[in-house]
């Protein structure tokens, strides 16, 4: 891989990688079962360099601010490079928001320019607020040839005429501004510099090395810090070869594993459930006696593979199951939430090298890893190298918020001094996360100090955020929590929301009044949705500015009601 | 043609059949990710099982955000 400590700026590595490796295979891009396209790294530098003149020639410049909505795809690679090489600021957003929420961080992130798919365009276009939108230019990528784009351009006739000049960038300057969360009023843009990246991904590479040949399955979306740490930066700087899915069904998963001989994948615990799904009914599936011989095999493996990995013993073991997951993995990861370790390690007893880890988008991806030197599925790993992990106000167990310092951390929340100042104390990142490193340095996770849930989809929810979906509903008031911050809990899985309501004097919760909460909630993305409500009789704390004082008000309910006072919705 | 009232019927009776609960459960209007208890994979995957029975392709951001058997209907219906 290229020695990134020569480099200042994302830009310059990536843009040495393409001429390090101009013949390997860069990009594969399929839908379903069909191959679309392949691009070396040489023709993906003349493709991105089309795209960089033209941003060039539209007058945009080292510091100016692009976006990408996108699901996972060539042009997402393209578009991101181009930026670079024009020395601008990535904005990476969530292609799962709602148009609303996709304008909403637009305007709070200032981008100039948007690289947007057609079909999430057309969505934007039809939004309330699409008429205040500042954007300069936008640029839609396989738009049907009649389609009104509502002053857009394609993106495939997004072409400059003259080379691009590469505009360098310094170590310190911001390269991506990365929503962690935060939609409803308060939008989190973790401000993330070149040094962050390149010192993740020095960090991390050896530990998951890419050269030629070495190919990575993408499919958490690219906009999130794993994906474009392992979808991107790590495959570029090493020459490997990056495989998008235009589809998250999981036959065509199972399907690329063998087709693309995949060597290694991220993904949520979502997907690893449902790979586990898969696998357990067809073992179920097996004649008693073959179901038999795969356990006495799957206990052998386990044996044998306590202290470390050993990917070619496993191999011979249970030949079948890795053949399924294509012959040459040699590392899933799983993260983005916490992941259970009865899961964790089925993958680890048929062999497969599993990593699970912890980390955040405000620390630019990885904190911890575990090695599996030994497996340890009841802790979240190690710090990885140059990271510094700090327990604060440990109890008597040991447990406290866990700290953390490094050069990946950070520089702060876009335009918002006051939570950066919460968040980044004397050089520390807190995390809000409670947590405790036991003797052999592994850190072990004990549920959330802060208000706010992770799904298994890795999504961050802050409750504050979907409020606003229910303002209006007839009570006197009514907030939305995390379950586990007012009822704590050592758990980081089935997180829970819960509506507090108060409601008017006289009024009781009737079918008509729950009729109409189901009717906002359902309004929410799935994983945004509340699963309960409470009711609460007491007005909320508040504070001068009548907000409510989320803190107190959460310990009152927390002394008064038991967890199971929460109404399922 | 089929109209939306079959098609809509044909997807409760497949989603009843494909995740094993009761047909006379499932009403048009229903959310399917709480009235079946699926996450958004399973939903992808009753996705190919009607795909496959309407013969038609829907790609995945046809339904991002779409959570009631009746859209889903809709989205099919109007690639019949």
Redesign the interface.
Known sequence: MLDLAKYDSLGAALRDSLARWPDEVCLIEADREREKSRLTYRQFGEAADLVAAALEESGFGPGDRAAIIMTNQPKWLISAYAVFFAGGVLVPLDYKLSASEHLQLLAHSQAQILFVEYPLWRAIVQALAFREHKLRKVFVTEAPPNADLAGAQRWEEFCGARAPEFRPRALMDTACIVYSSGTGGHPRGCMLTHENYLEQCAAVSPIFPFRPGARYLSIIPTNHAIDFMGGFVMPFTGGGTVVHLRTLRPEFIREAFTKYKITYMAVVPLILKNLQRGLRERFSALPAAKRKMLDALIGVNRALTRAKPRPGLSRVLLKDIHNAFGGGLQALLVGGAFTEPATIEFFHNIGIPIYNGYGCTEACTAITLNDLRPFRPDTVGKPVPGMEIRIVGPDADGIGEVAVRSKTVMSGYLDDPEMTAETLVNGWLMTGDLGRVDASGHLQLFGRKKNMIVTAEGKNIYPEDIENNFEGIAVKEFCVYAANYIWPQHTMTGEQLVLVLHLEPGHVVDGAFVKEVNRRNAQLQNYKRVSGYIVWEHDFPRNAAMKIRRVVLAGLIGKQLERDAMVSL | MKTIEQTTDEILTLAATHFQVSRAELQPGD?F?KKLGI????A??L??RLENHFHVEL????V??V??FHTLATRIQARL
Do not use: A, I, N, R
């Open positions: 959310d990710y996450d958004s994979l399973q992808l995957e996705l190919t790609p995945d951001y046809e991002q955000g959570s009631d």
